[in-house]
């Protein structure tokens, strides 16, 4: 059901009337937005903004008049461009600057993180997962597995979904004495459903089970706060709703009291500064989360995060919060209102505190109806079975935006012009 608070009126009129009492309605000028084009899709990749754009600029300007002296500017900024970066990202995730470090990508922090922290014995070697979490983490699981010279099929245990969601207690039954870690998202991609987060690590913790998330449907759509729970590591993606860019850098979080822990997969950037350049055959480990780079940083796609950030330190992450819950419930009503007796239904919880940033708009045709979507210059994207992922973002998405959506797929479902495009699947989806 709708939260109490939500009385949503019918009609165009409203939503013009919710635009113009958005406190978050300016930033939407601060995104590249295509003029007829409704980008309900920043779930999967954020939009530009100028923020980004001028964060790149700026960045290839120093390239381009200093070449390898780039990296000696404003106090070393882009040589420690990390740190920076990790400044911003703080407030999003509730940690401090050095537990942070921005690198590689989503699936390379995994294996770093688990390398690291995944230390089996005889009694105690498996790592929990579910069977409803984005693949590549159970891959990147699986592959760690492997390199200890044991069998995913045993040491892997696998919590099943009650039909489409994760139960909490489900999890912590399945922490025995056997389970070394238990790595999970906060946000399901498909669902976005949103895990209790303190009561898993709270038990984790209680049993002496290393415990770590996958924030990537999470950060930059709800608030986090991981001083308040004894989380060990965390990883995320910037490219979704934290608007990085496409394959921009990666967030990883460890717990400081691991900073004495050799990283897994050592590199020089994990290195002291101080030492950095001595360029001794023995590691000098940073006893940090910086210490845990690999190579060299991709200057230029950090520069897109910086930039990104800079308009969510102006925003604050509460208000984000707040307007996407809201604009989602809006969605919800037109839905249930106008597309339900065409046999659509609603796929993630209603809960404020259970559903993060997207709708998962459920049809039997979701496919043929999403493609019919993007004919008539709406962008979602598709999920298998059959949901169709709809993510007003908050920064950028109007009111007006949503109503006009659900318009589109009422005349689609009026005329059934879903039945002029084919079931075979694109490359991307």
């Known amino acids: 059901m709708e939260e109490k608070h939500n009385k949503f009126e019918d009609g165009p009129s ?40 001028d964060a790149i600029y700026h960045a290839m300007e120093a390239w381009k008049t200093e070449g390898i002296g780039l990296f000696s500017l404003n106090d070393s900024k882009y040589f420690l461009y990390s740190k920076c970066i990790a400044k911003l990202m703080a407030t999003l995730i509730g940690a401090d600057t050095d537990e942070i470090a921005i690198m590689n990508n989503t699936t390379v922090n995994i294996h770093q993180s688990i390398s690291t922290l995944y230390k089996p014995t005889k009694e105690r070697y498996k790592i929990l997962v579910d069977d409803v979490n984005f693949p590549t983490d159970k891959y990147a699981v699986d592959g760690q597995v492997r390199l200890k010279g044991l069998d995913p099929e045993d040491a892997v245990k696998i919590v099943k979904a009650r039909g489409k969601f994760i139960h909490e207690q489900d999890i912590i039954d399945a922490m025995t004495d056997d389970v070394a870690i238990v790595f999970l998202p906060l946000v399901y991609y ?155 239904g609603i796929g993630n919880l209603r809960e404020d505190s259970k559903r993060g940033g997207h709708v998962c708009l459920e049809h039997d045709e979701g496919y043929r109806i999403s493609l019919a979507l993007k004919a008539r210059s709406v962008v979602s994207d598709y999920r298998d079975p059959n949901v169709i992922r709809l993510t007003p973002t908050a920064l950028y998405t109007s009111y007006v935006e949503v109503y006009k959506t659900v318009e589109i797929l009422v005349d689609i479902m009026k005329n059934k012009s879903y039945e002029m495009f084919s079931v075979k699947r694109a490359i991307v989806v």
């Not at 309605?25 to 309900?40: A, C, E, M, P, Q």
């Not at 604050?316 to 046999?343: D, P, Q, W």
Request: hydrophobic residues 40%; proline residues 4%; charged residues 20%.
């Open 14 to 53: 409203f939503p013009l009337v919710l635009d113009n009492n958005d406190e978050l309605g300016h930033f939407r000028h601060r995104f590249h937005l295509k003029t007829d084009v409704i980008y309900l899709c920043g779930n999967s990749l954020g939009l530009a903004s100028k923020d980004a754009e």
């Open 190 to 344: 498909r669902t976005a459903q949103i895990m209790d987060m303190k009561t898993i690590t709270k038990t984790a913790n209680q049993r002496g089970i290393i415990v770590g998330w996958d924030f990537c449907h999470a950060v930059g759509a709800i608030p986090i706060d991981l001083k308040s729970v004894d989380v060990d590591f965390a990883i995320w993606c910037t490219y979704k709703y934290l608007n990085g860019g496409p394959g921009a850098p990666a967030g990883l979080y460890i717990n400081r009291k691991h900073f004495d822990k050799l990283p897994g997969l050592p590199g020089w950037y994990g290195s002291k500064p101080q030492t950095q350049f001595l360029l001794h055959q023995n590691f000098d480990h940073q006893q940090n989360a910086s210490g845990l780079q690999l190579g060299t940083p991709s200057i230029i796609s950090m520069a897109g995060v910086e930039g990104s950030l800079r308009i969510f330190e102006e925003a604050g992450i509460e208000n984000v919060r707040r307007k996407s819950l809201h604009i989602t419930a809006y969605l919800m009503h037109l839905i249930e209102t106008k597309l339900f007796h065409y046999g659509f």
